[in-house]
Nanobody, 124 residues
Framework: QVQLVESGGGSVQAGGSLRLSCAAS?????????MGWFRQVSGKEREGVAI???????IYTPSSKGRFTISKDNAKSTLYLQMNSLKPEDTAMYYC?????????????????WGQGTQVTVSS
């Protein structure tokens, strides 16, 4: 049984930083899983932010590249998203997701396991 629990969201001013965490249970960190962060604004489609593979390969969107860093700690079974230089347009609910596959993709349709989300609000 795979479970994902996000934490670390909050309210910050533009230019600030936050680190999101996703604690995972199940065999995610011992298998060939891809994991990632997605976000969604009410009324809009969920979009990918950053993905990391079981072998530490990463992909980012143009918006997140250079400002956000995805990483994982296999020993702690935890996924992270370090977000720097936050902008008001980064305001969204952020979700952690995982899927037992090796090919990295930012498409949320390709992920089977999801957390409940953590809210990030960036004020100007």
């Amino acid at each position: 049984q795979v479970q994902l629990v996000e934490s670390g969201g909050g309210s910050v001013q533009a230019g600030g930083s936050l680190r999101l965490s996703c604690a995972a249970s199940g065999d995610i960190f011992s298998g060939e899983y891809r994991m990632g962060w997605f976000r969604q604004v009410s009324g809009k489609e969920r979009e990918g932010v950053a993905i990391i593979g079981y072998d530490e390969r990463t992909i980012y969107t143009p918006s997140s590249k250079g400002r956000f860093t995805i990483s994982k700690d296999n020993a702690k079974s935890t996924l992270y998203l370090q977000m720097n230089s936050l902008k008001p347009e980064d305001t969204a609910m952020y979700y952690c997701a995982a899927d037992p596959a090796a090919i990295l993709t930012l498409s949320p349709d390709e992920y089977n396991y999801w957390g409940q989300g953590t809210q990030v609000t960036v004020s100007s």
